[in-house]
């Protein structure tokens, strides 16, 4: 699908359909309608974007710079923390909270007096003297819960190790397990640490005592192998596969004793972050924020603004004060969208009548004034106000001087946002930069130029203000860079919305045009091998459409590519139009159809290269070309030869063209190359006065039939056309020396 065919209907003005219609659907009712809520949407939404304004009398300074005079309280304030500050104390707090933990104390003495049983029973057991089967087997008897969780292995070590040891070292044994047990109950035992691992804070808070979660003990390391670590440095198990038996068994006694105390510990920190004071400083009325000759930072800068705010707040709380500054702001917005709307009338009459086009305007200004306010409330750099690319999508899509206008608009609104004249002049003079680097742009590597132009001028310009305001040098570069940035990203933010914008308000540019006016594309090379007459005829029309748009200031490029398609309904039945008939033997299939039906075959090509540029994607201004070019006028040819077969009873109204009539200068013109033209060929003595003759006769029929009272040609555009015609013919008509053997071949035909 085409992206044309997603805008929507409305900005899609339909195509006039017959004498005197408009191209435009809109009425002037509507129209005006739609201008008046179109501003007042504009004025609204500009007054919404205009945050509140420094009070005046409280300078805005930079850091570094010297202080003029002193500076003291007018009332109690404070300071806020920023959200940054605010956000760093409170996580720092935060991670001051220990996690909680509860000890279940039943559970070590649970599992120590189990163990003290366990071996209780299982040391006489060995020390009886009979085979270590029979052991084994009497333990399984005595201890079935312990022994029938011990591996075989294990449990054969054991008793190997125990029923050859003396008494004295089975005692041992035992205290050592017990010692290793309490050892790791005496300090905790935690099901897992991985909750304490994401915690803020490793430390844990242990029944009033804080220490560190890393010499807590883990259920899941201890079995997993970890408690070996801790049975290992005993000589009394020195041989390691009574250390494996030892961690097997001591395992069997490891429970955790420690609990998390999710809900407290997160209570205890949503308080501790609730505690977290707002306020960065207190004045009081009176109180000195800063000396005269003071070097100014960061910390003046946020008691200055911070008084500002509060200035503004206490004016905002009156309502009255209030209501005036939300008049204010809207007068302001409303001078600017009347005066921008005035040049629009008076100058860019085109423009000022097409909704879509105005739709557009709205949008660049009211999303430019969007950015430049949220930069202001989040304090971001002013100078990343996109105001170069609206400038040059405005002067692409529409013309030089509505993007100048547009742009000088905006720096002004953009200067009111911020309160700062520079800032208005910066973003006016780099706005005017980038209408300059764009005005003529016809191919897409020309924003290269656009590229480098603007980050200079961003460069210099914001170099040359802050110099003026005694910024020092060093601090320069940070205002710099966001208008290199903004520099280089416009150019190619524009590349990318071009083909957009051009699909949804339907407009043209000449880098489209340029791309279409290639003749290798598709359609004119069709045209070219099923119409070659047309085609010609094309090319030659397109020679005189240029000169004549350039003569009188109209868009020739679009003339020129109109000029190419205008008949390429043509293509689809070449042998019924005269200037294709020499490939086929000069018949003329005309002569056996009735007038009327050769009336409707030659019509037809009109609904033929619309339904042609439709299917092709072809832009609106391409496709308005094509019925226009043809108006109203008569079929002459057939027409008259009705009226010799049918008498008096034939109607001129039935061989008329369905029309429009031209709505533009590159119509009208392509009117009148397209009759001029067609009418040369037919001349049979070409010189300079008889093509001039031709011309003037062929304008003053069109003009006298009231074929160009729709477009806004002047009679002195005509006579421009005129002159523009005649060299142009007259190239494309010059006869040429005869060839030796075209004049024997002639003196042949003589004698015979």
Same mark, same amino acid.
């Given at each position: ?134 052991? $084994? !087997?009497? #333990?399984?008897? =005595? %201890?079935?819960?312990?022994?029938? *969780? /011990?591996?075989?292995? @294990? ?52 029944? $009033? !005592?804080? #220490?560190?979660? =890393? %010499?807590?003990?883990?259920?899941? *390391? /201890?079995?997993?192998? @970890? ?53 960065? !400083? ?471």
């Amino acid at each position: 699908m085409n992206l044309r065919q997603l805008a929507p209907s409305w900005l899609s003005p339909t195509r006039g359909k017959g004498p005197g219609q408009t191209a435009e659907s809109w009425s002037y009712s509507t129209i005006g309608i739609f201008r008046l809520f179109l501003a007042v949407t504009v004025i609204a939404l500009l007054t919404y974007f205009s945050p509140y304004q420094r009070p005046h009398n409280i300078p805005q300074l930079r850091i570094e710079t010297t202080a003029l005079e002193s500076i003291r309280a007018p009332f109690l304030f404070h300071v806020p923390k920023s959200s940054s500050e605010l956000s760093q104390e409170r996580l720092e707090v935060e991670a001051s909270i220990p996690t909680v933990l509860t000890r279940m104390k039943p559970v070590a003495r649970t599992q120590l007096a189990r163990f003290d049983s366990v071996f209780s029973i299982m040391a006489p057991a060995i020390r009886v003297q009979m085979a270590d089967s029979l052991k $084994q !087997r009497h #333990l399984q008897r =005595a %201890l079935p819960l312990v022994v029938g *969780s /011990l591996s075989v292995e @294990a449990l054969n070590t054991l008793v190997a190790v125990l029923s050859t040891a003396s008494e004295p070292y089975v005692d041992d044994f035992g205290v050592v397990c017990r010692q290793i047990l309490s050892t790791f109950y005496t300090t905790g035992i935690i099901a897992s640490k991985r909750p304490l691992t994401a915690a803020p804070t490793p430390e844990v808070r242990i029944e $009033q !005592r804080t #220490l560190d979660s =890393a %010499l807590l003990y883990s259920e899941q *390391s /201890l079995k997993q192998g @970890a408690m070996m670590n801790y049975i290992a440095p005993y000589r009394i198990i020195a041989d390691r596969d009574a250390v494996e038996a030892v961690h097997e068994l001591l395992t069997i006694f490891i429970q955790p004793d420690l609990r998390i105390e999710v809900e407290e510990t997160a209570h205890l920190r949503n308080e501790a972050r609730s505690g977290v004071a707002s306020i960065k !400083r207190l004045y009081a009325q009176d109180d000195t924020i800063i000396e005269k000759n003071d070097t100014i930072t960061q910390d003046h800068i946020e008691a200055l603004d911070a008084l500002a705010e509060r200035v503004a707040q206490q004016e905002a709380e009156n309502p009255i004060k209030r209501l005036l500054q939300i008049i204010s702001s809207a007068t302001i917005a409303a001078f600017l969208v009347f005066i921008f709307g005035y040049y629009l009338a008076t100058r860019e009459r085109g423009i000022f009548d097409k909704p879509s086009q105005l739709l557009l305007l709205a949008l660049l200004t009211v999303s430019t004034a969007a950015i430049g306010s949220y930069l202001k409330t989040n304090e971001i750099d002013v100078f990343l106000v996109p105001t170069p690319l609206a400038a040059m999508l405005a002067t692409i899509l529409l013309s030089p001087q509505t993007g100048l206008v547009l742009s000088f608009s905006l720096a002004l609104f953009i200067g009111h946002i911020f309160g700062n004249f520079y800032v208005a002049l910066i973003c006016a003079l780099t706005a005017a930069i980038a209408v300059y680097t764009v005005r003529h742009v016809r191919h897409r590597n020309q924003f290269y130029r656009s590229m480098i132009f603007l980050p200079l001028s961003y460069t210099l310009l914001i170099t040359s203000a802050d110099i003026l305001q005694f910024v020092p040098l060093e601090s320069i570069y940070s205002h710099v860079l966001p208008g290199i940035f903004i520099g280089i990203a416009a150019p190619i933010l524009v590349i990318g919305l071009l083909p957009i914008f051009e699909s949804i308000f339907n407009i043209t540019t000449d880098i489209t045009l340029l791309e279409l006016s290639d003749l290798n594309r598709p359609l004119l090379r069709e045209l070219a091998i099923r119409a070659p007459g047309t085609y010609t005829h094309s090319l030659i029309m397109a020679n005189l459409s240029e000169s004549a748009a350039e003569a009188i200031g109209a868009n020739a490029l679009l003339a020129r590519v109109g000029c190419y398609y205008h008949d390429i309904g043509k293509m689809l039945k070449p042998e019924y139009f005269s200037e294709n008939q020499g490939l086929r033997g000069g018949r003329n299939p005309h002569d056996q159809l009735t007038p009327n039906m050769s009336m409707l075959i030659i019509s037809s090509h009109v609904k033929d290269g619309l339904e042609l540029a439709e299917e092709h994607g072809l832009p609106k201004a391409l496709c308005d070309l094509i019925p226009q070019h043809h108006g109203t006028t008569v079929i002459e040819y057939f027409y008259n030869r009705a009226v010799e077969l049918g008498g008096g009873g034939v109607r001129k109204e039935d061989f008329r063209y369905d029309g429009p009539r031209p709505q533009t200068r590159e119509a009208g013109i392509l009117m009148l190359s397209d009759s001029v033209e067609s009418a040369a060929r037919t001349l049979a003595e070409r010189t300079p006065n008889r093509v001039r003759q031709l011309v003037g006769n062929i304008i003053q029929q069109k003009f006298t039939a009231g074929e160009l009272d729709e477009c806004a040609l002047t009679l002195q555009d005509l006579h421009k056309i005129e002159d523009s015609f005649i060299p142009v013919l007259m190239g494309t008509l010059h006869g040429r020396v005869e060839y030796p053997w075209q004049k024997r071949g002639q003196q042949a035909r003589r004698a015979s």
